[in-house]
């Protein structure tokens, strides 16, 4: 039986004009129906690298995850977590070699946030597209800065989106039929979220309101191919 692979790459545009690679990206659909999503993420300064792999259910549930992350060219720390019966474990392993780990009770259609911008846009997966009224979105985060700059244990945060329709973009990366959102994240950003294809791809991203107000993070190229 074959694996589905999508692949490509996010240039962010910052407000000044200055573009800038940001994410590399790679999303599996495995045999069973699973999912992974593999991201590397590097600040235009180089001062942020952040190495994310995650599993989901055939039906886009987290079930695992991993992050490691670099800044300010120190190794952070690394963090493990998995959801197994309805409770989040989480272990962390800073750059002491000291490790800690915890458990938390998890609600009902929460995503675990690592951070990275491809992920983002499958925030948008339990939302019902039938209708445009706010809508909740719940996310596990494991970094409260606004650039995931920390790993912690992190805790549930409550924000909303609402579903704006489809467009179609014309990209770098060629024209893309997109469903599009808007989020008012849990620190009071508001961001615009374009995303394509059967693997929810993130085609664009626009700060409406917010830190780094007028930057988008706009898919540059994308490749889609079967293997097996």
Known sequence: MSVK?????????????????????????????????????????????????????????????????????????????????????????????????????ISKNMHLGFHSLMNDAWKMNFLDTSHSEDQDIIVHTISETWNGSTITHGKELKSSAIYEGEEDLKLIAGNFYCQKFLWRTPSNKLLKIWRTSEAKVLARMEVIIGKNKGSIYELTNFKEESIG
């Open 5 to 105: 692979v999508f692949s490509g790459n996010i240039n962010i545009i910052e407000a000044n004009g200055n573009i800038s690679p940001y994410e590399k990206f790679i999303i599996t659909f495995n045999p069973d129906g699973t999912k992974l999503l593999k991201t590397l993420s590097i600040s235009p300064d180089g001062n942020l690298i952040r190495d994310v792999n995650q599993y989901f259910s055939s039906e886009w549930f987290d079930i695992e995850g991993i992050a490691r992350l670099f800044y300010q060219n120190q190794y952070v720390g690394t963090i493990l977590r998995r959801v197994i019966e309805g409770n989040l474990h989480s272990t962390i392993w800073n750059n002491k070699k000291e490790f800690d780990h915890t458990e938390f009770k």
